[in-house]
């Protein structure tokens, strides 16, 4: 079997649920005492993917990327390099849906050949959703990416999510 | 009497009843503090059966009582544990010479040997003594782990450990620790290396260090133990470039597949060797003793040539045998063409076409009698285009000459612009114009990005 490996970046607002979502997918590591240092954890996750009628032996190197402002310049620094990026937004705040094209633009400009894959975190809070699945979809559609609608806290959705952009990655 | 005997007990009980109102109030909240007391006895047994319960508990008091009593009457305590303290680091320094000692009688015992006069000989060189280089010769130094790590992503590329992670149930982690070790480098240079070149090339945590070595597209991280010998970055940064110009696509467009540079596994296994770096070590010298080895060898050349030089004439004078005369013509050719011709015979033509003629001449003792003269037969041409540039990637040295000994003429900043006018055989080395002084030099090529076609650029030799 061929092992490969690739980075991948995690990109989103501050609390839609990147972290969340990387401890689902992985077991955790580091401490979360790094990210708050330098604005970023990395973790690993090994997983098998299909390619070419074979199965590729995928190491997906996960970096968890600090969702605020003050990381902002430092963030480019940290793109560089990456196969691909899943960009997180939370259905129950819907300002997390301006900045995915930006995260979006600035992974493009670091890397061209990188793959997306739009995250829409939180949907097993019905209740308080405000983002409908059609805006999402056609947020998706723009950026040329599938998108999953995820529930770290129920886990949902989001062995796909990473999957997928496995899957992408391998096949660039 | 029936109802005398019936009233009398009525009575007793009345008493009970009245004796033990009294007992209460009069020894009532006695009692009660005794049941108090008897309740804290039992938690206090409790924790003191607890072992663990007493060390959480009285391990903070231990520590303020300490604290304060070193803050207020230092000298008291320094008194009083020193017959712990002082005993252990006497016997730890005690024992830590004992080492150092043993290491330097081994290398006593083994000093009759070419190695020994070597040594004796740096160290005359350097100005130190016999002794002080023994010493320093026996202090520790081991590489514990090596990394050579993608620079972009901070994939892992190759890891070598210096103990196979052989435990059951010890996990491999290198790949997170070069993701993180490239993420400490990132942050480290957009935080304070904005506007400056170069990087982090070292980090310390307790006795070890990390060396980093930057390459174009990789790094090597090195875990050391101790003080690392002269000239091991020099070897570190040689082994790294051999390994960039031997890998520089893959590493360009780096497709996740660590297997593509396993072949690079024994030159980094190297590294790792303890003998390598102390032949490294006698391999290093400085500029001074470099200027004078160079001296020496120019001298020992020319007595060479002297004595060939009169060695012929005598022998030509003595026998008579017939001279070969060497003419050298030249003749105008074109501008910017190289012409490539066989041997005996070569004709390259910048601005001109010089042709190399041998003739033997017969004398009376000789009976050459043919004249062979061979012309200038060309057999390619090449029309050279623009010269490619070699942009500076990393901060790099433009040297005298294609070689990591070579003198440093320059210290190259990245960005920095030259023109490429040839390459060494191996094409690891560009010989670059023109240094701030307009004078050519060399330049690693694993430590430029290079902009034109290389096809035009000629191989030339050291100057």
Request: aromatic share 6%; glycine share 8%; net charge negative.
């Amino acid at each position: 079997m061929i092992s490969l490996s690739a980075k991948v970046c995690l990109l989103g607002d501050y609390a839609v649920g990147k972290t969340s979502l990387v401890r689902r997918f992985v077991y955790n590591m580091f401490e979360d005492k790094y990210l708050s240092t330098i604005g970023v954890k990395v973790s690993r996750k090994v997983v098998a993917v299909p390619r070419d009628e074979d199965v590729v032996e995928l190491t997906l190197m996960l970096w968890d990327l600090a969702g605020s402002e003050e990381f902002d310049r430092i963030r480019a620094s940290y793109l560089r390099g990456a196969a691909g990026a899943l960009i997180v937004c939370d259905l129950t705040q819907r300002s997390t849906l301006d900045s995915i094209h930006e995260y979006a633009r600035q992974m493009t400009e670091v890397n061209p050949r990188a793959t997306l894959v739009l995250a829409a975190n939180k949907c097993d809070l019905v209740e308080q959703r405000v983002v409908q699945e059609g805006e999402i979809s056609a947020i998706a559609g723009e950026l040329k990416a599938p998108c999953y609608l995820t529930s770290a806290k129920v886990g949902v959705a989001v062995d796909e999510a990473f999957r997928h952009l496995g899957r992408l990655a391998v096949g660039q | 009497m029936d109802t005398a005997r019936g009233t009398e007990p009525e009575g007793d009980r009345i008493d009970d009843a009245l004796l033990d109102d009294l007992r209460e109030i009069v020894t009532g909240p006695d009692r009660e503090r005794m049941r108090l007391l008897e309740a804290r006895i039992a938690q206090v047994e409790h924790r003191t059966g607890d072992h663990e319960a007493l060390v959480a508990a009285v391990s903070p008091i231990l520590g303020d009582a300490i604290r304060r009593q070193v803050r207020e009457d230092r000298d008291e305590m320094v008194e009083s544990l020193y017959p712990i303290i002082g005993q252990l680091i006497t016997r730890a320094v005690a024992e830590a010479i004992r080492d150092l000692a043993r290491n330097i009688d081994h290398r006593m015992r083994t000093s009759f040997s070419p190695t020994y006069f070597l040594r004796r000989l740096r160290a005359r060189a350097r100005g130190v003594s016999g002794a002080e280089l023994a010493l320093r010769d026996a202090l520790p130094f081991k590489v514990v782990e090596l990394f050579l790590i993608h620079r972009e992503s901070g994939l892992l590329l190759l890891h070598l450990p210096q103990e196979e992670l052989s435990a059951p149930g010890v996990e491999d982690n290198s790949d997170l620790v070069s993701s993180m070790l490239t993420a400490i480098r990132d942050f480290a240079q957009d935080a304070f290396g904005q506007d400056q070149q170069g990087g982090l090339d070292e980090i310390q945590y307790g006795d070890r260090r990390i060396l980093i070595e930057a390459l174009q597209h990789a790094y090597l991280a090195v875990v050391v133990d101790g003080i690392e010998p002269s000239g091991f970055r020099t070897k570190l940064r040689e082994q790294g470039i051999e390994i960039e110009n031997a890998y520089r696509e893959i590493l360009r467009d780096y497709n996740g597949d660590a297997s593509q540079l396993d072949a690079a596994q024994p030159n980094l296994a190297r590294l790792l060797d303890d003998g390598f770096f102390e032949e490294s070590e006698a391999e290093d010298l400085s500029p001074d003793q470099k200027r004078i080895a160079a001296g020496l060898v120019f001298v020992l050349t020319l007595c060479v040539l002297g004595a060939c030089l009169g060695g012929a004439i005598w022998a030509r004078n003595a026998l008579k045998r017939p001279a070969y005369y060497i003419v050298v013509t030249a003749t105008p050719g074109p501008v910017a063409t190289a012409t490539a011709t066989t041997a005996p015979t070569v004709t390259p033509a910048a601005t001109a076409t010089p042709t190399v003629t041998i003739t033997p001449s017969p004398t009376a003792t000789q009976t050459p009698t043919n004249t062979a003269t061979v012309t200038a037969s060309p057999t390619a041409t090449r029309t050279a285009g623009p010269a490619p540039s070699a942009q500076i990637a990393v901060v790099a040295n433009v040297r005298a000459g294609p070689s990591l000994t070579s003198t440093i003429i320059e210290r190259a900043a990245i960005g920095n612009t030259y023109t490429v006018l040839g390459r060494d055989e191996t094409g690891g080395w560009l010989q670059v114009c023109c240094t701030t002084r307009g004078d050519t030099g060399w330049l690693a090529a694993a430590l430029a990005t290079i902009s034109g076609s290389m096809e035009s650029v000629p191989i030339v030799g050291e100057e």
